[in-house]
Protein backbone atom coordinates (compact mmCIF):
# COMPACT_ATOMS: atom_id res chain seq x y z
CA UNK A 1 0.00 0.00 0.00
CA UNK A 2 2.51 2.41 0.56
CA UNK A 3 3.70 1.92 -2.81
CA UNK A 4 0.48 2.39 -4.29
CA UNK A 5 0.13 5.84 -2.48
CA UNK A 6 3.82 6.78 -3.53
CA UNK A 7 3.49 6.37 -7.38
CA UNK A 8 -0.56 6.19 -8.02
CA UNK A 9 -1.74 8.13 -5.57
CA UNK A 10 -0.40 11.34 -6.14
CA UNK A 11 -0.74 11.01 -9.96
CA UNK A 12 -4.32 9.81 -9.72
CA UNK A 13 -6.33 12.11 -12.05
CA UNK A 14 -3.65 11.93 -15.33
CA UNK A 15 -3.07 8.67 -14.36
CA UNK A 16 -6.93 8.13 -14.26
CA UNK A 17 -7.21 9.82 -17.62
CA UNK A 18 -4.48 7.98 -19.39
CA UNK A 19 -6.45 4.33 -18.11
CA UNK A 20 -10.01 6.09 -19.91
CA UNK A 21 -7.98 6.76 -23.26
CA UNK A 22 -6.03 3.63 -23.30
CA UNK A 23 -9.38 1.53 -22.92
CA UNK A 24 -10.82 3.80 -25.65
CA UNK A 25 -8.31 3.12 -28.31
CA UNK A 26 -8.81 -0.96 -27.14
CA UNK A 27 -12.36 -0.64 -28.30
CA UNK A 28 -14.17 -0.74 -24.80
CA UNK A 29 -18.06 1.55 -25.22
CA UNK A 30 -18.09 5.01 -23.75
CA UNK A 31 -20.62 3.54 -21.53
CA UNK A 32 -18.59 1.53 -20.04
CA UNK A 33 -15.24 3.11 -19.69
CA UNK A 34 -15.85 4.00 -16.02
CA UNK A 35 -15.68 -0.44 -15.07
CA UNK A 36 -12.98 -0.21 -16.91
CA UNK A 37 -11.31 2.66 -15.75
CA UNK A 38 -12.31 1.20 -11.76
CA UNK A 39 -10.71 -2.84 -12.48
CA UNK A 40 -7.53 -0.89 -13.70
CA UNK A 41 -7.34 0.52 -10.55
CA UNK A 42 -7.76 -2.36 -8.28
CA UNK A 43 -5.38 -4.24 -10.30
CA UNK A 44 -2.65 -1.26 -10.07
CA UNK A 45 -3.13 -1.56 -6.64
CA UNK A 46 -2.93 -5.75 -6.18
CA UNK A 47 0.19 -5.43 -8.44
CA UNK A 48 2.33 -2.44 -7.78
CA UNK A 49 4.62 -4.34 -6.90
CA UNK A 50 5.42 -6.03 -10.27
CA UNK A 51 5.82 -2.14 -11.59
CA UNK A 52 9.64 -1.71 -12.94
CA UNK A 53 9.19 0.98 -15.42
CA UNK A 54 8.09 4.29 -15.63
CA UNK A 55 4.26 4.70 -13.98
CA UNK A 56 2.50 5.63 -16.93
CA UNK A 57 3.84 3.18 -19.21
CA UNK A 58 2.92 0.38 -16.42
CA UNK A 59 0.01 2.25 -15.91
CA UNK A 60 -0.57 1.88 -19.69
CA UNK A 61 -0.21 -1.75 -20.01
CA UNK A 62 -2.27 -2.63 -17.16
CA UNK A 63 -5.22 -0.56 -18.71
CA UNK A 64 -4.97 -2.28 -21.87
CA UNK A 65 -4.73 -6.07 -20.89
CA UNK A 66 -7.53 -5.16 -18.47
CA UNK A 67 -9.66 -3.71 -21.75
CA UNK A 68 -8.37 -6.63 -23.78
CA UNK A 69 -9.98 -9.10 -20.36
CA UNK A 70 -13.14 -6.75 -20.05
CA UNK A 71 -13.96 -7.34 -24.32
CA UNK A 72 -12.73 -11.00 -24.07
CA UNK A 73 -15.44 -11.57 -21.09
CA UNK A 74 -18.15 -9.32 -23.13
CA UNK A 75 -17.89 -11.49 -26.13
CA UNK A 76 -18.13 -14.47 -24.02
CA UNK A 77 -21.06 -13.53 -22.54
CA UNK A 78 -22.76 -12.45 -26.15
CA UNK A 79 -22.12 -15.86 -27.17
CA UNK A 80 -22.94 -17.64 -24.19
CA UNK A 81 -26.40 -15.54 -24.88
CA UNK A 82 -26.80 -15.95 -28.31
CA UNK A 83 -26.13 -19.92 -27.48
CA UNK A 84 -28.97 -20.31 -24.67
CA UNK A 85 -31.37 -18.78 -27.95
CA UNK A 86 -33.69 -21.88 -27.74
CA UNK A 87 -33.77 -23.81 -31.07
CA UNK A 88 -37.62 -23.21 -32.22
CA UNK A 89 -36.94 -19.55 -31.55
CA UNK A 90 -33.93 -19.51 -33.86
CA UNK A 91 -36.00 -21.27 -36.93
CA UNK A 92 -38.14 -18.64 -36.27
CA UNK A 93 -35.67 -16.33 -36.93
CA UNK A 94 -34.10 -17.64 -39.45
CA UNK A 95 -37.53 -17.66 -41.64
CA UNK A 96 -38.49 -13.99 -40.18
CA UNK A 97 -39.29 -11.99 -43.47
CA UNK A 98 -42.02 -10.02 -43.13
CA UNK A 99 -44.70 -9.73 -45.88
CA UNK A 100 -43.88 -7.26 -48.44
CA UNK A 101 -47.56 -5.85 -47.92
CA UNK A 102 -48.03 -3.29 -45.47
CA UNK A 103 -44.73 -3.15 -44.07
CA UNK A 104 -44.11 0.45 -45.52
CA UNK A 105 -42.98 2.12 -48.71
CA UNK A 106 -39.34 1.55 -47.61
CA UNK A 107 -39.51 -2.36 -46.78
CA UNK A 108 -41.68 -2.85 -50.04
CA UNK A 109 -39.57 -1.43 -52.54
CA UNK A 110 -36.49 -3.36 -50.71
CA UNK A 111 -39.00 -6.67 -51.00
CA UNK A 112 -39.21 -6.01 -54.39
CA UNK A 113 -35.05 -5.24 -55.06
CA UNK A 114 -33.15 -7.32 -53.05
CA UNK A 115 -32.84 -10.92 -53.16
CA UNK A 116 -34.62 -12.73 -50.22
CA UNK A 117 -31.60 -13.68 -48.55
CA UNK A 118 -29.97 -10.02 -48.44
CA UNK A 119 -34.09 -8.84 -47.53
CA UNK A 120 -33.71 -11.48 -44.84
CA UNK A 121 -30.43 -10.16 -43.33
CA UNK A 122 -31.41 -6.73 -43.74
CA UNK A 123 -34.66 -7.24 -42.01
CA UNK A 124 -33.24 -9.40 -39.03
CA UNK A 125 -30.68 -6.46 -38.13
CA UNK A 126 -33.59 -4.03 -38.24
CA UNK A 127 -35.18 -6.36 -35.54
CA UNK A 128 -32.07 -5.69 -33.19
CA UNK A 129 -30.03 -8.99 -33.71
CA UNK A 130 -26.30 -8.79 -33.23
CA UNK A 131 -23.74 -10.07 -35.97
CA UNK A 132 -23.14 -13.41 -33.67
CA UNK A 133 -27.16 -13.80 -33.79
CA UNK A 134 -27.49 -13.04 -37.36
CA UNK A 135 -24.72 -15.70 -37.72
CA UNK A 136 -26.71 -18.05 -35.63
CA UNK A 137 -30.20 -17.80 -37.11
CA UNK A 138 -28.63 -17.82 -40.69
CA UNK A 139 -26.15 -20.81 -39.87
CA UNK A 140 -23.22 -18.85 -41.00
CA UNK A 141 -20.45 -17.68 -39.18
CA UNK A 142 -20.64 -14.33 -37.34
CA UNK A 143 -18.19 -12.45 -39.55
CA UNK A 144 -19.50 -14.06 -42.68
CA UNK A 145 -23.07 -12.66 -41.75
CA UNK A 146 -21.39 -9.10 -41.47
CA UNK A 147 -20.00 -9.15 -44.95
CA UNK A 148 -23.30 -10.62 -46.10
CA UNK A 149 -25.15 -7.56 -44.01
CA UNK A 150 -22.84 -5.05 -46.10
CA UNK A 151 -23.35 -6.26 -48.99
CA UNK A 152 -27.07 -6.28 -48.45
CA UNK A 153 -26.73 -2.44 -47.12
CA UNK A 154 -25.16 -1.42 -50.08
CA UNK A 155 -27.49 -2.96 -52.37
CA UNK A 156 -30.63 -1.44 -50.39
CA UNK A 157 -28.75 2.28 -50.79
CA UNK A 158 -28.30 1.66 -54.54
CA UNK A 159 -32.16 0.58 -54.93
CA UNK A 160 -33.33 3.29 -52.31
CA UNK A 161 -31.41 5.99 -54.19
CA UNK A 162 -31.04 5.18 -57.38
CA UNK A 163 -32.63 7.99 -59.32
CA UNK A 164 -29.84 10.07 -57.49
CA UNK A 165 -27.27 8.63 -59.26
CA UNK A 166 -24.23 7.08 -57.43
CA UNK A 167 -24.10 7.88 -53.89
CA UNK A 168 -21.51 6.66 -51.52
CA UNK A 169 -23.07 4.31 -48.66
CA UNK A 170 -23.02 5.69 -45.08
CA UNK A 171 -25.85 4.63 -43.15
CA UNK A 172 -24.97 2.62 -39.78
CA UNK A 173 -26.95 0.51 -37.86
Excluded at 108 to 126: D, Q, S, V
Excluded at 138 to 143: A, H, M
Excluded at 146 to 158: C, F, S, V
Amino acid sequence: MDRFDALIAPRYEPLSELVRKTAARAGVLPDELEDVRQETMLRAYRWIDGCREAVATWMRKVAHDTAQTYLRDQRREKRERVRSIPDDELERLAGAVPPAAGTGPLWRALAAGLTRNRFRILYLRHLGLSYEELGVALGIPPRMAGTRLGRARRQAADILFSDLGRVRYTMHS
